[in-house]
């Protein structure tokens, strides 16, 4: 079976960092297409960031550009993000998700096949 496992999250304190590993398992992340996502309580899913199956092309949300990166490593079918400068409002579950080619909205999680449980990420002082 495809499985992508999300690891990393924790409580931080705003200012500080976390990084996000999404790993895949049953299959190869090398031709997909991998978008992180978030989504806090009682709010709907959003897209934080995404990257190609080259890791050529990057995409970030307004929200995070600037303070999140996204890379992927393909020998160890792991995809990373490295989120700095945390606020409170990056407060949320996030998840990863893995596409079959190019969508052309990366950062709508309809677009998307295949999926992680999340990790939880907690910002507050």
């Known amino acids: 079976q495809l499985q992508l496992v999300e690891s990393g999250g924790g409580l931080v304190q705003p200012g500080g960092s976390l990084r996000l590993s999404c790993t895949a398992s049953g299959f190869t992340l090398d031709y997909y297409t991998i978008g992180w996502f978030r989504q806090a309580p009682g709010k709907e899913r959003e897209g934080v960031s995404c990257?190609?199956?080259?890791?050529?092309?990057?995409i970030y949300a307004e929200f995070v550009k600037g303070r999140f990166t996204i890379s992927r490593d393909n020998a160890k079918n792991t995809v990373y993000l490295q989120m700095n400068s945390l606020k409170p409002e990056d407060t949320a579950v996030y998840y990863c998700?893995?596409?079959?080619?190019?969508?052309?909205?990366?950062?709508?999680?309809?677009?998307?096949?295949?999926w992680g449980q999340g990790t939880q990420v907690t910002v507050s002082s």
């Open positions: 990257i190609s199956s080259s890791g050529s092309n990057t």
């Open positions: 998700a893995a596409d079959p080619g190019d969508p052309p909205f990366p950062l709508w999680w309809d677009e998307y096949d295949y």
